[in-house]
């Protein structure tokens, strides 16, 4: 594994270290992950309202976002988010314990991890490039800063020609987001949960989970269990899901798209909450998603290759 900057991303880096000279600074990689290496082609500065502090690292996100999808709009190809450097103090070359918390959400939300680089000056200037993987780990590794070791489409910018066309043609397809949130859908990751964890039986339960809403406590049972994983699935992997009653079932479901919705219930006899998924019906426990999604994924290939999607989505919102 190895990491190639492009001389435009090495030189923007240099440029935000020596502008902030006397102050913490950081930023964060744009490129392309591919055959073991990670292509650097923009290096984005973390915004007025990042935060930097010895022990404490805060880019700022909204601005970042905003930044990322302007620069994504220039090139061919589509851009990801791959990882994050900072400066650190003096000869400090190792992470905190708060960025090892970054560094891992970053890490788990694709197959091949994220990278993560510590500048320090003392007093010249020096650059530790770590891979992290997920589960936390770091291994060092050497990066080179050369153009032309990169495909050529990786730093191809739009065509002129193409770019007034789509003008002329009002034609809004092309307008790519880089997500600094994941694209994948809240589909994919119940149907990751579902495969995971199997199919649970439960015929002979089928009056119980039916009749479960009956129950009074049943929307205490729900809101309680699911908590956790409804607040991971808004604030880690930033889905616009929404909870609501069907059929008087507590539903969750994503406001974007209409097939992936789960229905919770309830087994009283087993003491265990249930999900219903395609007519399927699951076991479901207290952080379940959250477990199975930060997992290292394993051999599912087709699920693999879905997440190398991860932060690369469509325009929804339109600016
Ligand atoms: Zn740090």
Not at 11 to 26: M, N, P, Q, R, W
Not at 218 to 243: C, G, H, P
Not at 294 to 299: A, L
Request: glycine share 4%; charged share 30%.
């Amino acid at each position: 594994m190895r990491v190639v900057f492009s001389e435009r991303a090495f030189i923007e880096l240099l440029a935000e270290t020596y502008e902030k000279i006397s102050t913490e600074t950081g930023g964060v990689f744009l490129g392309y992950y591919e055959n073991e290496t990670w292509y650097i082609v923009e290096c984005l500065d973390p915004g007025p309202k990042s935060i930097f502090e010895v022990a404490y690292f805060e880019y700022d996100e909204k601005y970042v976002q905003h930044l990322i999808n302007k620069v994504a709009r220039i090139y061919k190809r589509n851009l990801s988010l791959l990882g994050l450097w900072h400066r650190h103090p003096g000869s400090f070359d190792v992470f905190s314990t708060t960025d090892d918390g970054t560094n891992s959400k970053y890490a788990q939300l694709a197959p091949q991890g994220a990278i993560s680089a510590l500048v320090n000056i003392d007093p010249k200037f020096r650059l530790t490039m770590y891979h992290v993987s997920n589960p936390l780990r770091y291994r060092k590794i050497q990066y080179e800063v050369n153009d032309a070791m990169f495909p050529r489409d990786i730093l191809c910018l739009h065509n002129i020609d193409d770019y007034i066309s789509f003008i002329n043609n009002n034609d809004k397809e092309i307008f790519k987001r880089v997500n600094v949130k994941p694209s994948i859908t809240f589909n994919e990751i119940i149907s990751r949960v579902c495969k995971t964890i199997g199919e649970f039986s439960g015929e002979k339960y089928e009056g119980e989970i039916l009749q479960a809403v009956k129950d009074e406590d049943y929307y205490d049972i729900i809101s309680d269990v699911t908590f956790d994983d409804l607040e991971f699935l808004a604030n880690d992997v930033r889905l616009n899901l929404n909870m609501q009653k069907e059929y008087n079932f507590i539903c969750l479901l994503d406001k974007d798209d209409n097939e992936a919705k789960i229905y919770f219930s309830y087994i009283r006899s087993l003491k265990q909450c249930v999900f219903i998924y395609q007519n399927n019906c699951y076991k479901y426990r207290k952080g379940l998603i959250k477990d199975i999604l930060s997992e290292p994924p394993k051999k599912a290939k087709g699920f693999l290759n879905n997440i190398r999607k991860f932060f690369i989505g469509e325009d929804e919102s339109n600016e």
